[in-house]
């Protein structure tokens, strides 16, 4: 069992930056995969980034790609969203989440996903 808490969500006008934070509760952190996803009002849920157990592959949405990156801190049972360049179009809701049987290539699947955290608001003015 995993709990997962986000933080750092907030009103920020377009081009500023933000970093997200999500701590894990929980043993063997470091044995899940993490991702972070979206959800805007009237949309589904979007797939952001993805960072593996191993820390050595990392994967982005081609709407965040140069824009954000996911770190982990596994000492810290902590991963981060650091986003930068921030346009009106990424105002959602931001979920981290964790899983195991969770790979490269299917990092963009949410139900793989095994726990998610209740989110946090992100609000980019134009």
């Known amino acids: 069992q995993v709990d997962l808490a986000e933080s750092g969500g907030g009103l920020v006008q377009a081009g500023g930056s933000l970093r997200l934070s999500c701590a894990a509760s929980?043993?063997?952190?470091?044995?899940?995969?993490m991702g972070w996803f979206r959800q805007a009002p009237g949309l589904e849920r979007e797939f952001l980034a993805f960072?593996?157990?191993?820390?050595?592959?990392?994967k982005y949405s081609d709407s965040v790609k140069g824009r954000f990156a996911i770190s982990r801190d596994n000492d810290k049972n902590t991963v981060y969203l650091e986003m930068n360049s921030l346009k009106p179009a990424d105002t959602a809701v931001y979920y981290c989440?964790?899983?195991?049987?969770?790979?490269?290539?299917?990092?963009?699947?949410?139900?793989?996903?095994?726990?998610w955290g209740q989110g946090t608001q992100v609000t980019v003015s134009s």
């Open positions: 989440a964790a899983g195991r049987p969770v790979s490269i290539w299917t990092a963009a699947e949410s139900p793989r996903y095994d726990y």
């Open positions: 929980g043993r063997m952190f470091s044995t899940y995969v």
């Open positions: 960072f593996s157990r191993g820390g050595r592959n990392t």
